[in-house]
């Protein structure tokens, strides 16, 4: 890339920094920064103001039209409007830009409708956990009775209240949409003999925020593609359009603008669908560009800790941490990795930093509730993975080691409601569809665990663990040849653990496919010698080699398998000597012939 393709991207994240952060839009201007940052440098010369002022041409057009004049009426209120915002008076800012100035300024309309969306937003999340307190009281209360009165309490109805929004909120939010509507309808319609000023990229956005919000998901992803036409600089934008895609190939049929934020949102894409490999191949190829994003090397760590490199993983993971010793954020996935490759001490000391940095954040709590499943101590784990949802009830990897947590103790029914909720937060989670699968096999409904386990491979067409799962249901329902396809799946994508390769053997021995049986039963000897693995399996494998071999007269291979079985005690060492005496007996008569 040349510098001044550089230097326009550096102008350009300035500006969008700028426009994102006038709006509260905080976790996009984070972004931006951070990408800013990660930007390999570049000598600004004076020849830079005119790339700068080529580059933001359509932003700087944005500002123009959206933006109030300095020092007018409507630039005042937005300044103090926007103070209230920053402090998360969000009433009080929406109060301050009343339609006199928010009717000819896009920016000051956005900053009151945005104000008012979370302010409907934070009290919806206050009422939850308002009605779910008196829930628990009530349902208490009930308890009680019917421990007194069980007879006449088992034939009354329980009066708990439901969890619904306040009417006073869902007024609000519906004249909102309306508002919304309505300009977007009659800014687009041609029948309409009152001009009316379109919505800006940025109203754009919030309008497909509030269709999100209506369900209205196809209009919704339609509405976001037109912001991010007119205004590519917005990653909330992109970030908002990856969670309404359903499916891969959908996201590659979207008309996307021809912008370097692109492959940053295709990179995104990949790793959600589980596409790592595709995912991993971009951001390398970002690196070259952005050589010191945070965001890109943990977006890699990520990637290789879902391709279960977790010796990559971990690397990038401390490399991070040295960058940013006091960084929280995706942390939790670094935890994963150590508890998996059971590092303790390594694991008691991150959550010890963590406690340290904050003590009350969601991913301190995943830490910590990680270091204690690690300890085997599972009521504490769920402790602290309950203390992650309250901060956040969203939080998608607490409800899936929550749910984890429960199926250790048993407690299955625990463990489906938090799989479920984690599947609502995100369809595309396939640790939680893996999850429910595992619990369904507890309750021995091999059908329902089919289903669970078919949606994790679809997920996951590459994990052999998916393919074995499945393969396990349909041999419980005696579905022999779809679970030797399964397992050969499971085979095909390099099973470490070599369950599918044993299982094959097997199987192929019970449908007396008795070839297939001795290949597979060979590459499980040839595994087990290497890894000096000794055991029934070893015994199961030579026998039903030498017997293979003496059907086909391979005596002199049999004889081998035979020699080795009689290094072992029990009845396949006395099958062993019988096969070793036919094949003396059958060589005799072959040299007396």
């Given amino acids: 890339m040349t510098t001044n393709n550089i230097t326009s991207i550096k102008f350009e994240l300035i500006q969008s920094i700028q426009d994102l952060s006038q709006r509260g839009l905080f976790i996009g201007s984070k972004w931006a920064s951070e990408q800013l940052n990660g930007l390999i440098s570049s000598n600004s010369t004076t020849e830079d103001v005119n790339t700068m002022s080529t580059v933001t041409s359509y932003q700087q057009t ?40 928010t009717s000819t300024c896009q920016l000051n309309l956005f900053l009151r409708s945005y104000a008012l969306y979370l302010a409907i937003e934070k009290r919806k999340e206050e009422e939850i956990i308002e009605n779910a307190s008196l829930i628990n009281e009530q349902q208490q209360k009930i308890n009680e009775q019917q421990a007194q009165q069980a007879q006449q309490q088992s034939q009354q109805p329980s009066n708990i209240p439901q969890l619904k929004l306040d009417q006073q909120q869902s007024q609000e939010f519906n004249d909102l949409f309306k508002v919304y509507n309505n300009r977007y309808l009659n800014s687009n319609s041609s029948s309409n003999s009152v001009t009316v000023e379109p919505l800006d990229a940025f109203n754009l956005y919030l309008y497909a925020l509030l269709l999100k919000k209506q369900n209205n998901f196809l209009k919704s992803k339609q509405v976001l593609l037109q912001s991010i036409q007119l ?65 890109i090397l943990s977006q890699t760590a990520i990637g290789n800790y879902n391709l279960r490199a977790f010796d990559t993983g971990e690397e990038l993971f401390e490399k991070l941490m040295e960058i940013e010793p006091n960084r ?32 009350y954040c969601p991913e301190t709590c995943c830490i910590i509730g990680n270091y204690y499943s690690l300890k085997s101590e599972h009521e504490k784990a769920i402790l602290y993975f309950q203390r992650a949802l309250k901060l956040n009830d969203k939080y998608l990897s607490a409800w899936t080691l929550i749910g984890h947590e429960f199926l250790e103790i048993k407690n299955v029914p625990s463990a489906i409601r938090a799989y479920r909720k984690a599947v609502d937060i995100n369809p595309r989670d396939y640790r939680a569809w893996y999850g429910l699968g595992q619990t369904y096999v507890l309750l021995k409904l091999p059908l329902y665990s089919l289903h669970y386990f078919k949606k994790a491979t679809t997920l996951r067409p590459y994990d052999p663990r998916m393919w074995c799962a499945t393969a396990g249901c349909y041999e419980h329902i005696d579905k022999l040849p779809e679970a030797i396809k399964c397992y050969e799946r499971a085979e095909e994508n390099f099973d470490h653990e070599r369950v599918a390769q044993a299982k094959l053997a097997k199987l192929y021995q019970e449908i007396q496919n008795y070839d297939k049986a ?38 002199s291979q049999s004889e081998k398998y035979c020699l080795r079985l009689l290094d072992y005690a029990g009845p396949e060492k006395e099958e062993a000597k019988s096969i070793l005496r036919e094949i003396h007996n059958k060589s005799k008569s072959i040299n007396n012939f």
Wanted: aromatic fraction near 14%.
């Fill in 518 to 555: 001795a290949y597979y039963y060979k590459k499980n000897l040839q595994h087990y010698d290497s890894e000096k693995i000794d055991g029934q399996e070893v015994i199961d494998a030579l026998l039903y080699l030498a017997n293979h071999c003496r059907n086909t007269n391979k005596l």
């Fill in 62 to 101: 944005l500002n123009q039209k959206s933006n109030p004049v300095l020092g007018s009426d409507n630039h005042i209120k937005y300044l103090l409007a926007k103070n209230y915002f920053d402090l998360k008076e969000y009433r009080r800012c929406a109060d301050i830009l009343s339609s006199e100035y």
């Fill in 231 to 295: 205004y590519p600089g917005n990653w909330s934008a992109w970030y908002d359009l990856a969670s309404l895609c359903t499916d891969y190939d959908q996201v590659m049929k979207l008309v996307l603008p021809n912008h370097f934020i692109k492959d940053f949102f295709l990179a995104h894409v990949s790793l959600e669908f589980q596409k790592n490999n595709e995912a991993l191949q971009i951001y390398q190829s970002l690196s070259k560009v952005f050589s010191a994003s945070t965001y």
């Fill in 328 to 359: 929280l954020e995706n942390i939790d996935i670094y935890s994963n990795i150590l508890y998996v490759r059971d590092k303790k001490a390594a694991l008691s000391m991150l959550a010890h930093k963590a406690m340290n940095i904050e003590k």
